[in-house]
């Protein structure tokens, strides 16, 4: 194969999706092997003078080009996966796993970091010169760089190992995922489930070539059934699949993810020790802003004591309605997210359905980038480019005429893309030569896909919660583009803390409760109008709807996370399963069936980069509430250049540094003090 034609080696410009096939990945990646392994035995070499232009910025380039080509690869194993694409991104993960292991554990580029820090032109770097400097010789070391070599062999074996486990562990979820199938063929069997519910089970059925109506474990698809269907028989079979995919009690023990999980968490441990560590959550947490495991236990315990009382009342309240009103004398797990809904509905007299008809997909995006546009000042176009589906679409934000980054928004579910919602960066800022490169985002969601009716196909209706997701997202997003660091270790959301890397993203998410913004990003499906104040109100009434049964569950998915990898001994007779039933028995008030493996597709910690960190969700929030409380306080104030300001500050402060500095530094210089939790308690009427 020609390389000069090989789309993952043009850097020109944007990925060429359109141009992309499977065969492309292996000539790329060994073609960018061999270029950055050159790389790196020339800066080996002796230098006089160590300096940024001659040591680092080469390798760099050389590795961001690296990056960039197995990030689309990546990528597209998430979003397109296909038996010739996986078959490539597993014959290569090895391969790169090794390289960047290697490029860690480097004694001669690690010396190199060492002098440069060491020579007396270290403070007359840029301040984003210094941070990248100090981080990487933090993450030599946390890369095995001062080890023996004969430890530093098993380190690298670790690395690859650990690298195999997350694929293979993702890949089973996303096989379980879709061989799933349930199919009714008795319409009357899908009482009480919404119209859109029902015709996108239809169309699932249809293009399946299935009678009747098709169900799958995409989230889309399920769970519309467990919190509207009245069948508790066809609940129950959705919930039970859905909690016992990737594992012993699932359709195919092949996919069972029980032993990988216990082999990851000895590979943990092993690695911890190697580095001088007494567990790996005392590794994970050197680069973060929490300082120890014992201190993120201590903040996670107090938060569960303070909701615990406000949990217990809501799960009170919904067994006592579905016993009163619904007859069920016994409510099991399946039956939680339908009493909920019924009591939601009788409480505050709407439901999410009622909700749904208001948010289209075109109003939701438009109101979006328009308080986008207020906040920051910038404007978002659409743009084109080439994209890996039909469904995707490509953006520009400029400011002043200027491009600033760009992103593509991928909303639906489908077969071959994997679930849950997230944003990666296809490209980071940083100049290139005398030439700015500008920051690409992936922003990725699970949304239900638009319906066709009599051949037309209609906007996608979205949930406020898949609202809410959205706006998480592009905060995310906007984190990554409206950077203005060109260094590209530090830019965007690059060397942030994992533990405040969610404060923009949570914090976007509070906008999507603001009345002057929801007027400007709803309208009626059928009628056009915007959402009436009335549903506004109750919508209001109930956002805190229990609040506290969802933040006792985060705690102990968390508290699970940091014990599994901090007090845990994975070469004991515990499994991670009665980690998980502990945690319970101490800090939940719902305590699943006995069959629900939740952890056998705990993505995040097993496969997503949050293992001792999923905490980062609660501890960045305490951040993005009190962040956003300086916005109430300006609205309040009713001065229109409070407001202004407030946004402005939050660019400059938070989105335009990125990881250049400590992120309680940026917290500090936005807010004028230490982050406090009253804003997050309040934000979840968990104050009283």
């Not at 968490?265 to 014992?294: H, I």
Request: hydrophobic share 40%; net charge negative; proline share 5%.
């Amino acid at each position: 194969m020609n390389l000069a034609d090989n789309p993952l080696l043009d850097f020109s410009d944007l990925p060429r999706f359109d141009a992309f096939a499977p065969q492309h990945v292996t000539p790329a990646i060994d073609a960018l092997l061999a270029e950055c392994r050159d790389t790196v035995a020339r800066l080996e070499a002796p230098m006089e003078h160590v300096t940024w232009n001659a040591f680092i910025e080469p390798l760099e380039s050389a590795t961001e080009k690296l990056g960039r080509a197995w990030g689309i690869v990546g990528h597209l194993n998430a979003v397109m996966d296909s038996p010739d694409l996986r078959a490539a991104y597993n014959e290569n993960q090895p391969k790169v796993t090794e390289f960047w292991t290697s490029l860690a554990q480097n004694e001669a580029l690690f010396a190199k970091y060492q002098a440069l820090k060491a020579d007396a032109g270290f403070a007359l770097l840029s301040p984003a010169r210094r941070k990248i400097v100090e981080n990487a010789l933090r993450d030599f070391r946390l890369g095995g760089a001062d080890l023996p070599a004969e430890k530093k062999e098993r380190f690298a074996r670790i690395q690859e190992r650990q690298a195999e486990l997350s694929t293979k562990f993702s890949e089973n979820v996303l096989d379980a995922t879709n061989a799933f199938e349930l199919i009714v063929e008795n319409e009357a069997e899908l009482a009480g489930l919404p119209d859109d519910a029902r015709a996108a089970a239809r169309a699932s059925a249809e293009k399946a070539g299935k009678p009747g109506w098709r169900f799958t474990l995409h989230f889309p698809s399920f769970y519309p059934v467990l919190q509207y269907a009245d069948n508790r028989k066809l609940r129950e079979a959705l919930y039970r699949a859905n909690v016992t995919k990737a594992s012993e009690l699932g359709d195919k023990t092949e996919w069972d993810n029980t032993d990988i999980i216990a082999e990851m968490l000895r590979l943990r441990d092993e690695e911890a020790k190697l580095l001088g560590y007494g567990n790996f959550a005392e590794v994970s947490l050197v680069p973060k802003m929490a300082e120890t495991p014992q201190q993120v236990i201590a903040f996670l315990e107090d938060l569960a004591r303070r909701a615990r009382p406000h949990a217990e009342k809501d799960l009170a309240e919904v067994r006592e309605f579905a016993k009163t009103t619904l007859g069920l004398e016994q409510l099991e797990a399946w039956d939680i997210p339908y009493a909920s809904e019924k009591l939601r509905q009788q409480r505050y007299a709407f439901s999410e359905q009622e909700v749904k008809q208001y948010f289209p997909e075109s109003k939701v995006v438009g109101g979006l980038f328009s308080l986008v546009n207020r906040l920051f000042g910038v404007h978002i176009l659409p743009d084109a480019g080439p994209v890996w589906h039909p469904d995707v679409k490509f953006f520009r934000i400029e400011r002043e005429g200027q491009l600033v980054g760009q992103f593509y928004l991928d909303l639906y579910a489908r077969t071959g893309k994997r679930g849950g919602a997230w944003m990666d960066d296809a490209r980071g800022r940083r100049i290139a030569g005398e030439r700015l490169q500008t920051p690409v985002a992936y922003l990725t969601c699970n949304f239900t896909e638009p319906a066709v009716v009599n051949g037309q196909r209609r906007d996608a209706l979205f949930t406020h919660d898949e609202v809410n997701t959205l706006f998480h997202e592009f905060g995310h997003g906007l984190h990554h583009m409206l950077t203005q660091v060109d260094e590209l270790g530090v830019a965007g959301i690059s060397g942030v803390e994992w533990d405040a890397v969610e404060l923009p993203s949570q914090f976007m998410e509070n906008f999507c409760w603001q009345w002057d913004v929801l007027q400007g990003m709803t309208a009626h499906t059928e009628t056009g109008e915007p959402l009436p104040r009335a549903l506004y109100d109750k919508m209001i009434a109930a956002k805190n709807f229990q609040s506290g049964l969802q933040t006792l569950r985060q705690v102990e998915f968390a508290l699970f996370d940091m014990h599994l990898h901090f007090d845990h001994d994975p070469l004991g007779s515990r499994s991670a399963q009665e980690v998980l039933d502990e945690v319970r028995r101490q800090f939940a008030v719902v305590v699943p069936p006995p069959f629900n493996r939740f952890q056998n597709s705990f993505g995040h910690i097993f496969a997503g980069g949050y293992a001792a960190g999923y905490y980062s969700y609660k501890w960045a929030e305490v951040l993005s509430a009190d962040a956003y409380s300086a916005f109430e306080e300006a609205a309040e104030s009713g001065d229109a250049e409070k407001l202004a300001d407030a946004g402005l500050r939050f660019l400059s402060e938070i989105l335009s540094v990125g990881g250049s500095r400590p992120a309680l530094e940026s917290f500090r210089a936005f807010r004028g003090r230490d982050p406090e939790i009253d804003a997050l308690l309040r934000h979840n009427g968990m104050t009283a």
